[in-house]
């Protein structure tokens, strides 16, 4: 009898063990799937995509499938999908999507998705030759019951007034997926949600469990010119929550852009849009009380291949995705310049200049060498466009490298 209590309790040392160690998250944000079914004219889409951030709408689904089918093969403990699912919040797009990541359920791997401000707003479009045309779209009720099965069911705490949730990943490491997009006003946590989240914290800490936030819209300030509509309308309220219970970590999208904040004690990672180049995810390994995040670019070439896809655009996409992107950027800027006063080897260096500036600012790295003295031009040339004072706002040196960082949790 003692041998057979003595094995029982080494198993379940072993168990404990397991799960408070090596767990292991996915985080991909902004997917903004287009469903194929919604483009009657891809000229009328491209040509809105060309005055947007770079996003490559018309791939969506293939970068979903993509994603999907490397999470298939990598098996994390859950993958988080902190909002903006779709482009625009379409019934067809989120069945589509839905599709597309029903195989990670079959397979055994949580998914956790909370909504983000273009999936539920009762707005869509379609893309046809006389332009985008409305159409209805999905709304919060709708949303609810369509993912349900996504994190907010298999919770162990529900909100009852939003799609927030807490979900127990191991004993050891649960995820708060904090929804201020099911609500008016849009953007804030509800009274009564901060206090579902307080309890919930209060819970978390009398069981010993390490929490990681996530929210679509950011819990801090990034960038100074990135604020209203990109922070969380009542932020301090739910920092002063993670204060209170020892909440270090936040995983957040939204911006597009990689980047990594930190305020007292608690971090905030951006993951850049899968949607856009270089199509990054986050990887956030938990052991010993500490996260390591890794944004990994997701390789859609290789799953093409894979598949036998003959798009040439899929077989090199991660060329085909920052071109497109570098497109879009210099596109818009060389129609502005056309109004100044300068010879074209002063423009050509300062689209080379915004090109390589963008294309960092996304990334989250310094993608190739850049000259931060070519500044000067843009504000000689253009002092008062949109892309001078976006320039000025980030540091000089473009030394820092946001893809990766380690916070303790406890």
């Not at 946001?402 to 406890?410: G, I, K, S």
């Amino acid at each position: 009898m003692k041998k057979t209590l003595f094995c029982v309790l080494v198993v379940m040392l072993m168990v404990c063990c397991a799960q408070a160690d090596g767990v292991r998250l996915v985080e991909a944000s902004d997917m903004h799937l287009l469903s194929r079914q919604l483009v009657e004219d891809e000229n009328t889409l491209l040509r809105i995509l060309r005055g947007a951030d770079g996003k490559v709408t018309h791939y969506t689904p293939e970068i979903c499938r993509a994603f999907v089918d490397k999470m298939l093969e990598e098996k994390p403990d859950a993958v988080l999908l902190s909002g903006d699912l779709t482009l625009n919040g379409s019934h067809e797009s989120h069945r589509e999507l839905i599709d597309i990541l029903t195989p990670l359920k079959a397979a055994g791997i949580p998914v956790l998705v909370i909504p983000g401000n273009h999936d539920e707003t009762g707005l869509s479009y379609r893309f046809t030759l006389e332009g985008a045309v409305p159409i209805e779209g999905m709304d919060e009720q709708e949303f609810k019951a369509a993912y349900a099965d996504f994190g907010y069911n298999d919770a162990r705490s529900r909100d009852e007034s939003t799609f927030s949730y807490m979900y127990e990943v191991t004993p050891q490491v649960w995820v708060l997926a904090v929804d201020v997009n099911s609500v008016t006003p849009w953007g804030s946590v509800p009274t009564d949600t901060l206090a579902w989240i307080e309890g919930q914290l209060q819970a978390a800490q009398q069981a010993g469990a390490q929490v990681i936030g996530m929210t679509h819209q950011n819990l801090m300030v990034h960038f100074s010119m990135f604020t209203f509509g990109y922070q969380l309308n009542n932020a301090r309220q739910l920092q002063e929550l993670y204060d209170k219970y020892g909440v270090h970590l936040n995983l957040s999208g939204h911006l597009h852009l990689q980047h990594i904040a930190e305020n007292g004690g608690v971090t905030e990672i951006t993951t850049s849009a899968l949607a856009v180049w270089p199509q990054h995810y986050g990887v956030i390994t938990v052991e010993d009380g500490v996260a390591a995040y890794q944004a990994v670019p997701l390789d859609v070439a290789a799953w093409a291949e894979k598949e036998g896809i003959t798009d040439h655009n899929l077989l090199d996409f991660s060329d085909y995705s920052a071109r497109f992107f570098d497109d879009t950027t210099t596109g818009k800027q060389a129609d502005r310049m056309q109004a100044i006063e300068a010879n074209e080897e002063i423009k050509a260096r300062m689209l080379d200049f915004v090109r390589i500036f963008n294309r960092s600012q996304f990334a989250g790295y310094l993608v190739e060498p850049i000259d931060m003295e070519e500044l000067a031009l843009w504000e000689e040339h253009m002092p008062s466009a949109f892309f001078t004072y976006y320039m000025s706002m980030f540091p000089k040196d473009g030394a820092t490298d946001f893809r990766q960082a380690t916070v303790r949790l406890n």
